[in-house]
Every structure is written in C-alpha cells, then in structure tokens.
C-alpha cells in the first residue's frame, strides 16, 4: 500500500490533504502519489475556479464527506494544492484514500483497460 500518511496533516478543524492537479485530463479520477502529494486529474479546465472545485468534489465522494466539508486552502492557481477535509480524523482519511490510490497503482500504463 502507498504510505497515504504522508500526504496528510492533522489540524484543529481535520486533515489537509496535499494535492498535484491535473486539470483537463480525460476524466477525473485519483490517480496515485506524486511525490508529496496526491495526485488528482479531473476532467475540467483550469477556468474560474471549476478544477478546484472539481477536485474538491472529487475529494468529498472518495472520503464519503459533503462537498461543503472540502475546502481549498492554498494553491488555487497552482497545480500544487492544498484541501482541508473538515470534521474528519486523519486515519480514516489515510485508509479512505489508500483504496483508490492502491486500485489506480495496479493499472499499468495510463490506466488503460480499467474503469
């Protein structure tokens, strides 16, 4: 399993989750690590703010939170990221997250042939 906890910080109001976007990609989806942060393509253009708030909505289905629960602390130009996952313990979001990372790290070359 990737080691998840890396990527994730505990604070007074939940975990803040490192990100590496990737806008514009053919779908959205958690992709796997990208060096310290979790690397995120979602299928939407870098316009006004929609990648991050596809990411976040992304986010927010994976750990089973509400979309209001998800919200983007640093980064929103960039495609380094930083979201804060409110209300949520850090192990729950570690093990949350290692599910899709570990099934999209098993896919092989561009992940073709799994969906």
Known sequence: ???IDALLTADDDGVVIAVSAV???GRSE???RHGDALKVRVAVPP???KANDAIA???AHAIGVAPSAVSLVSGATGRAKRFRVAGVELDVVSDLLEQPVA???RKGPAGKGHR
Do not use: C, S, T
């Open 47 to 49: 316009e006004k703010g």
């Open 57 to 59: 909505a992304l986010l």
């Open 1 to 3: 399993m990737p080691d």
């Open 23 to 25: 806008p514009g990609a």
């Open 103 to 105: 099934a999209n790290g």
């Open 30 to 32: 958690i992709v796997g």
